[in-house]
C-alpha cells in the first residue's frame, strides 16, 4: 500500500509571495498524481492532475510538477483566495487510492 | 452541468446501519467510475470505495472493509454507500466524486457538497 506525506503541514505565507508544497510517496507512482484545494466548508476541488495538467478552469499560477516520488504544487503568486488546504493523491496503483495528510497554507 | 448530490447522513447509534446515496447529472453516469471519500471534522481526506463504470469492480480502505458495502444503479443515475457495524470513528462528512475515468485507478474530477454521518449513541 502506497503512503503519501506532504511536507510542511502548515505554510504561513504573504500574498504576492510564492509558495511551494511537497508530497512525496512511498514508492513511484509515475505521473499518477493529483492535487486538491478544499476551502472551509467546501468539497475539495481539482487543481492538478498526470503530475502537471491543470484541470478545466485553474489559473496559471498553480502548477504541479515531479515524477515518481518526489511532487511539488506551486502557486507562482499567491492570492487571497488561494489560502486553503492542498491535498495530493495517487491513483497509480489498485485502491486503496491514498490521499496525502493535507498542508494547510495559511496567511 | 456536472453535478453530484448526496443524501441519507444523519445520526446513528454505533453498531447500527445507514445508507448513503449520490444522484448523478449532467454527465453519462454509465461512463463512469464513482467513489466515496470522508472527511472527520477537523481531519484531512480519507479515501473509502470505488466503483467502476460497470459496477464489476469495487474496492475498499481497509478501514471500512467487510462493513461498507459501494453500488451503483445506472438506470438511476444512482451511487450508494451501504455502511453497517457503525462505529464513532466513521464520523465524517461523506462525499461522492466521480471518477475521470471509467475504471477504478483514478482521481476525482467533480465532487458533491458532503452529506455529514453521526455515529453516536
Known amino acids: 500500500e502506497i503512503v503519501m506525506t506532504q511536507s510542511p503541514a502548515t505554510l504561513s505565507v504573504s500574498p504576492g509571495d510564492r509558495a511551494s508544497l511537497s508530497c512525496r510517496a512511498s514508492q513511484s507512482v509515475y505521473s499518477n498524481l493529483a492535487w486538491y484545494q478544499q476551502k472551509p466548508g467546501q468539497p475539495p476541488r481539482l487543481l492538478i492532475y498526470?503530475?502537471?495538467t491543470r484541470a478545466t478552469g485553474i489559473p496559471v499560477r498553480f502548477s504541479g510538477s515531479g515524477s515518481g516520488t518526489e511532487f511539488t504544487l506551486t502557486i507562482s503568486s499567491m492570492q487571497s483566495e488561494d489560502f486553503a488546504v492542498y491535498y495530493c493523491q495517487q491513483y497509480n496503483t489498485r485502491p486503496p487510492l491514498a490521499f496525502g495528510g493535507g498542508t494547510k497554507v495559511e496567511i | 452541468q456536472v453535478q453530484v448530490v448526496e443524501s441519507g447522513g444523519g445520526v446513528v447509534q454505533p453498531g447500527r446501519s445507514l445508507r448513503l446515496s449520490c444522484t448523478a447529472s449532467?454527465?453519462?453516469?454509465?461512463?463512469?467510475?464513482m467513489h466515496w471519500v470522508r472527511q472527520a471534522p477537523g481531519k484531512g481526506l480519507e479515501w473509502v470505495a470505488v466503483i467502476s463504470y460497470d459496477g464489476s469492480n469495487k474496492y475498499y480502505a481497509d478501514s471500512v472493509k467487510g462493513r461498507f458495502t459501494i453500488s451503483r444503479e445506472n438506470s438511476k443515475n444512482t451511487l450508494y454507500l451501504q455502511m453497517n457495524s457503525l462505529r464513532p470513528d466513521d464520523t465524517a462528512v461523506y462525499y461522492c466524486?466521480?471518477?475521470?475515468?471509467?475504471?477504478?485507478?483514478?482521481?476525482?474530477?467533480?465532487w458533491g457538497l458532503g452529506s455529514l454521518v453521526t455515529v453516536s449513541s
Open positions: 466524486a466521480k471518477g475521470r475515468y471509467g475504471g477504478f485507478t483514478d482521481y476525482c474530477d467533480y
Open positions: 449532467g454527465f453519462t453516469f454509465n461512463n463512469f467510475g
Open positions: 498526470g503530475a502537471s
